[in-house]
Structure formats: C-alpha cells, structure tokens
C-alpha cells in the first residue's frame, strides 16, 4: 500500500501556533491527502502533497446535489512522546456506512487507516503536548464529477485535513445548556441521519443558531416523526443517568453511531454501570426530573469527548440537572476517556493505534 503512496513535502512549512491560544479548526497543518475515484479505474493516485485549494469545476455535482461524506478524529501526544489515534478503525468503518446511503465507492478500511498515520507521521510536529490538546483529523469525501443530471458522481476526491485544536467547547468539562428543539426537525428514519453528510450539518445550523441567540450551547432534537422521543444533540450523542441506570437512545436509523458513544457503552458494561438503549420521551425525562430521579445527564462524541449537561429547556420547562454541576459519572467516564486517549490510563480494549 505504501509502495503506491506519493509524497511531496512542501516547502515551505508554516510557523506553529502557541498551544495555549488554540481554536477549533481554524488552523491546519503543513500537509493533506488525496486520492481520486473515477468510474472503471477505482480509487487511484493515493498522495500526500502540501496543504492548499483544491481547484473543481463550478458543476461539480458536490456543489448542487450535496454528495458528501466526512468523519472526525483526534491524534493525541503521550506524555513520553508517543502519538496515538483513537479507534481508527471505527471512523474507516462509519464512513463506508454514510458511502453506502450516498451512493459513493467503498473505501478500503485497512489502507484508510495507513493513510492516516502516514500523514500524522509526516505532519507530527503540529501534534500538541498540552493537556485537552489533541490534533483533530477530518477525512471526507466529495463529488467532482462536472455534470448537473441528479445521479451518483463518476468522480470523486477524498482527501484528509488535519488542524491543532484546544477544547472543543468554551465551556471545557464544565456542564453546558442545552435547548429542546420544537419547531425544527433534523432527520427521520429511512433519511441520512445516521451518516456523517454535509446535509445533516447544514439543515441543523438554523436551530443551533435559535438557541444561540437564547443563550443555550447547543439543540437536543427530538423524532422527526412524532416530535416526542429524544435523539441526539447537534454534534454528540446523549445519555441520561436516572436512578443508578444509564439510559441513551436506540440506534434507530436516524441516530449516528457514535464512536465515542459505543466506548461509553462498553466502558460502563466494563464497570458493571447497568446500560440501555431504548426510546427515550421527553416527557419521561421530565417526570424523572420532578421525581428527583434524573442524576445526570451528557453528550458525547470525538470534539468534545464528554459534555455535561447542567440545564435543559422544553418549553416552559427547565430542568437544572445535579445542581448544575458535572456528575461523579461524567466525571469518571471523561477522566477514563481521555486518558486512554494521551496514554495516562490502560487501555484493555486495544482501542489505540500508535502512529
């Protein structure tokens, strides 16, 4: 595989940011990855070049029917020097999921994560030591094909970019408020909610920009169907804690599968933390809250690994869970998380790939 990998280095290599002044994808490293689709030849030409526009015809079929997939990961520094990724192989796998509901060619799981390192290899002076700094790696994919027939491209680039980053959310580990989506819906069973499609991002931004504007961090979304069973919140997974039991919605068809979430799962199964995945209403959270049962509750996902959520709002109802306060099990699962991640705490799973 890396016999057919070409690699040119640039340069002229940018000057790293201070740590400790690290936003969101904003700033990206000296390097990307790309490799071309083309109908009858397959995916060809796997290359590591310097990190700058890509050039597309106006009628690439991308811009006009929305063809796109992409994932989210995290390489992360060890305390003695080591560079690891988090569960690759899990990204490599979700992402054939989206190419299959989008109609875009597989990509082969074992080279896309080889791919990867090799890139986090050339470009790993930009991976940050500080502690909560990760380097974030967003691979996707994208149809070039100039053509404006509503059908599946012949064409297609994927490429890689990776950026620095600090904490995902202002707030850090602690909680954040969350507003109850009413009006809006983000996806229904049989659509594109459980893949990673620009789409899904694009139809959720009127509402996360609502509560916004009401002071909230970010939107839980209900069923599209019944506007009554709890999802998901716009970039995390959710799970409640209601007397000693965790609680967290049932892959549906219209919930992404998480890998962030899956690794909380398995960790409470590990800790013999009782776990279910089932429907959840919003009006059964309620009445949890009023009886005084509803101990905590957070999202997670790979940016911002655990996010406790200290308030709620449905309505005309607002819920102010465990005093506003981050929950001993937040807590403990965040702790275990990430220090798995930057190598502080033993994997036993096998979760981690050193670069």
Not at 62 to 88: C, W
Not at 155 to 162: E, N
Request: hydrophobic content about 35%; aromatic content about 10%; some cysteine.
């Amino acid at each position: 595989m890396k016999q057919d990998l070409r690699i040119e280095l640039t340069s002229t290599p940018k000057e790293k940011p201070n740590a400790g002044k690290l936003e969101f994808g904003k700033l990206f490293t000296d390097h990307m990855f790309l490799m071309d689709y083309t109908e009858g030849q397959g995916w060809h030409d796997p290359r590591i070049v310097p990190y700058g526009p890509l050039t597309f015809d106006p009628s690439a079929m991308v811009f006009h029917y929305g063809q796109s997939v992409f994932e989210g990961m995290k390489a992360f520094r060890t305390n003695d020097n080591r560079i690891q990724l988090f569960r690759p192989d899990r990204n490599a796998a979700r992402m054939n999921v989206s190419n299959e509901r989008l109609s875009i060619p597989y990509v082969e799981e074992g080279p896309f994560v080889e791919y990867i390192k090799e890139l986090v290899k050339i470009d790993q002076d930009w991976v940050p030591s500080e502690p909560g700094t990760s380097l974030y790696i967003r691979p996707f994919i994208i149809a070039t094909e100039p053509c404006l027939g509503v059908r599946a491209s012949k064409q297609y680039v994927f490429s890689v970019i990776m950026s620095p980053v600090g904490a995902y959310y202002e707030e850090g580990i602690h909680p954040v408020s969350i507003n109850v989506e009413m009006n809006y819906v983000r996806a229904v069973r049989g659509g594109t909610g459980f893949t990673k499609t620009a789409g899904n991002y694009a139809s959720s931004i009127k509402a996360q920009e609502d509560a916004k504007h009401h002071g909230y961090s970010q939107v839980l979304w209900l069923d599209g169907k019944e506007h009554k069973y709890i999802e998901e919140v716009g970039s995390m997974n959710v799970f409640f804690k209601v007397k000693g039991k965790v609680v967290t919605p049932e892959l549906n068809g219209s919930i992404l599968e998480g890998v962030t979430r899956g690794s909380v799962i398995e960790l409470l199964n590990d800790w013999g933390i009782p776990v279910t995945e089932r429907k959840i209403s919003i009006e059964e959270l309620l009445e949890a809250y009023e009886n005084g049962e509803l101990e905590e509750a957070f999202g997670t996902g790979t940016a911002a690994v655990i996010s406790p959520i200290g308030q709620l709002h449905w309505g005309e109802h607002t819920m102010k869970i465990n005093s506003g306060e981050t929950g001993e099990l937040s807590q403990r699962i965040y702790d275990t998380i990430v220090g798995i991640q930057e190598g502080s705490v033993e994997d036993p799973h096998g979760w981690v790939v050193v670069v």
